[in-house]
């Protein structure tokens, strides 16, 4: 190629290079529906988190319950939210998300819908887990994963996703990850009936922020191609390493997001594992920092709002 071609093919590369970058950047802002505005992520615990603009509270996987746990309960004991701990925590929700129908993610929600009258999103086992305690088919949305609904204050994408390979991969050989909870259930249930149903990943849009939420330690990299979150919530105890370049393959598929969040990390928040869960993350910290170096990964204290703008 004679040097003046190359001059000018080099030029259309860089042209085109940048027409490229300035797509991704223009993505990442194209679901403002308005211009960002401050957005306060508080962390609840476990994959517990409460999302709200000025107007909106939305409740992601509440579990209070965790704190007042004493031991880890079996499948035969009666599930039973600890509502003095809910009330101390939630006065209000406008909406609650749920990623999948296991007791850490699903055990408080009924008892918050009910209260606050908020309207619980998720899977069939957790509409019908919340149908047990007598929440209304008004304030239930039953999602499959691929919807993408307008909610006016913001929207949501339901994304399809696979749940922690627990059991060293063998997951899916169990019941509690194939089977969806009945309808016919009522309450008082116990623990074995939260079965998890499936596993979703949201993204919400929302005061010109688009925040990607996980409930557990995997995901579809083809699903997550493409979205360009500004703050991702990635699940990040140790069941992520069952998982082939957990990090650095999520990191790429979403466009090496600004700030992350590490979610599902809190040894439950049994006080005496505080200390070893917060050095255990640091591992996680690490794992996004080196396939994305400019990423703001924030490890949240328990109940202590993160405002970002
Ligand atoms: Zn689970």
């Given at each position: 190629m004679?040097t003046?071609?190359?001059?000018?093919?080099?030029?259309?590369?860089g042209?085109?290079?940048s027409?490229?970058?300035g797509v991704?950047?223009?993505?990442?802002?194209?679901?403002?529906?308005?211009?960002?505005?401050?957005?306060?992520?508080?962390?609840?615990g476990?994959?517990?988190?409460?999302i709200?603009?000025?107007?909106?509270v939305?409740?992601?996987?509440?579990?209070?319950?965790?704190?007042?746990l004493?031991?880890?309960p079996?499948?035969?004991?009666?599930?039973?939210?600890?509502?003095?701990?809910?009330?101390?925590?939630?006065?209000?929700?406008?909406?609650?998300?749920?990623?999948?129908?296991?007791l850490?993610?699903?055990?408080?929600?009924p008892?918050?819908?009910l209260k606050?009258g908020?309207?619980?999103?998720?899977?069939e086992t957790?509409?019908?887990?919340?149908?047990a305690?007598?929440?209304?088919?008004?304030?239930l949305?039953?999602?499959?994963?691929?919807?993408?609904?307008?909610?006016?204050r913001?929207?949501?994408?339901?994304?399809?996703s696979?749940h922690?390979?627990?059991?060293?991969?063998?997951?899916f050989?169990?019941?509690?990850?194939?089977?969806t909870a009945?309808?016919?259930?009522?309450a008082?249930?116990?623990?074995?009936?939260?079965?998890?149903?499936?596993s979703l990943?949201?993204?919400?849009?929302?005061?010109?922020?688009?925040?990607?939420?996980?409930?557990?330690?995997?995901?579809?990299e083809r699903?997550?191609?493409?979205?360009?979150?500004d703050?991702?919530?990635?699940?990040a105890?140790?069941?992520r390493?069952?998982?082939?370049?957990?990090?650095?393959?999520?990191?790429?598929?979403?466009?090496?997001?600004p700030t992350?969040?590490?979610?599902h990390w809190?040894a439950?928040?049994?006080?005496?594992q505080?200390k070893?869960?917060?050095?255990?993350?640091?591992?996680?910290?690490?794992?996004?920092?080196?396939?994305?170096?400019?990423?703001?990964v924030?490890?949240?204290r328990?109940?202590?709002p993160?405002?970002?703008?």
């Amino acid at each position: 190629m004679a040097t003046s071609k190359r001059v000018v093919f080099g030029a259309v590369i860089g042209l085109l290079l940048s027409l490229f970058s300035g797509v991704r950047a223009a993505d990442r802002n194209s679901d403002a529906t308005q211009s960002s505005t401050e957005i306060k992520l508080v962390y609840l615990g476990n994959a517990g988190w409460q999302i709200s603009d000025s107007r909106t509270v939305v409740l992601v996987d509440p579990f209070l319950s965790q704190f007042s746990l004493s031991r880890e309960p079996t499948g035969n004991d009666t599930a039973t939210p600890d509502t003095v701990a809910i009330d101390r925590r939630i006065p209000a929700a406008d909406y609650i998300f749920i990623t999948h129908g296991h007791l850490d993610h699903m055990l408080d929600a009924p008892y918050i819908a009910l209260k606050t009258g908020a309207t619980v999103i998720g899977l069939e086992t957790v509409a019908n887990i919340a149908r047990a305690y007598g929440v209304s088919d008004t304030k239930l949305i039953t999602v499959r994963g691929g919807e993408d609904y307008e909610f006016g204050r913001f929207s949501l994408r339901v994304i399809p996703s696979l749940h922690s390979a627990l059991r060293e991969k063998r997951w899916f050989n169990s019941l509690d990850a194939t089977a969806t909870a009945p309808r016919d259930l009522k309450a008082p249930l116990k623990v074995s009936a939260f079965v998890a149903g499936g596993s979703l990943v949201y993204l919400l849009r929302m005061a010109g922020h688009q925040i990607l939420i996980m409930g557990s330690m995997n995901y579809i990299e083809r699903e997550m191609e493409g979205l360009r979150p500004d703050i991702a919530l990635v699940g990040a105890n140790r069941q992520r390493r069952e998982i082939y370049d957990y990090a650095g393959r999520l990191m790429r598929a979403l466009g090496l997001p600004p700030t992350v969040l590490p979610t599902h990390w809190d040894a439950y928040g049994r006080s005496a594992q505080q200390k070893s869960a917060r050095e255990a993350v640091e591992e996680f910290v690490n794992e996004v920092k080196a396939a994305s170096s400019h990423t703001n990964v924030i490890v949240p204290r328990h109940f202590e709002p993160i405002m970002i703008k």
